[in-house]
């Protein structure tokens, strides 16, 4: 059984992870099949995303966009990040969705291409097709979400720089400190936050 801390968590710890957990038909040419493992690693690498662009627990997030992959791993890694998610019918008329954002006192719209021109001018906005990738930040691991980074010399400089130790994490350095807590050396510890990301979230 699956628990979560709240709904943001609910794909996390699935029992099994690889198995198919959506299948994206935007393009119904070309469908997108995520496993539970994908969508847990995305809504994180949105959570991190939006607490590294300022976002503070409970501020309000909207979502204005057709049904894709990116409305989940948004709706969840907003829960997940501590902040409200704020979902929003398309079909509404602008001047619905205008008062929806402005009631809701909403800090940030999430927007795919065809639904762009309906939020109102001022507002702050990140395109799900053009600067999402951008925005979402899988961590500072040297895992494959991160390969396309790693492997462009200026977009790796420029990660890198981020990282106070001025390195990749090792998926190893994460599996060390999970069997010292195994261990009966960590015997004593009953609960506790342990940060790796070598000064990541310090910063």
Known sequence: MMRSRNLGDV???APAPE?????????????????YDALDRASSAVARGLVAHGAKRGDRIAILAANRVEYLTTFLGTMRGGMVSVPINFKLPPAAI?????DADVSLVFVDAERRAAVPGGTTVVELDAAFDAFV???PFATEMNTPIIQNPESN?????KIPLGRW???????????????????????????????????
């Open 137 to 139: 930040s899988p961590g």
């Open 11 to 13: 794909v996390a710890g």
């Open 169 to 203: 994490g090792k998926v190893e350095e994460v599996g060390q400190l999970a069997l010292y807590l195994c261990s009966e050396d960590a015997g004593f510890i009953t609960g506790t936050d342990i940060l790796i990301d070598g000064g990541w979230t310090a910063q």
């Open 157 to 161: 400089a420029q990660f890198v720089s």
């Open 98 to 102: 205008e008062h929806v954002l402005r």
């Open 19 to 35: 198995r198919i957990a959506l299948i994206d038909l935007g393009d119904p040419a070309k469908p997108r099949e995520w496993s």
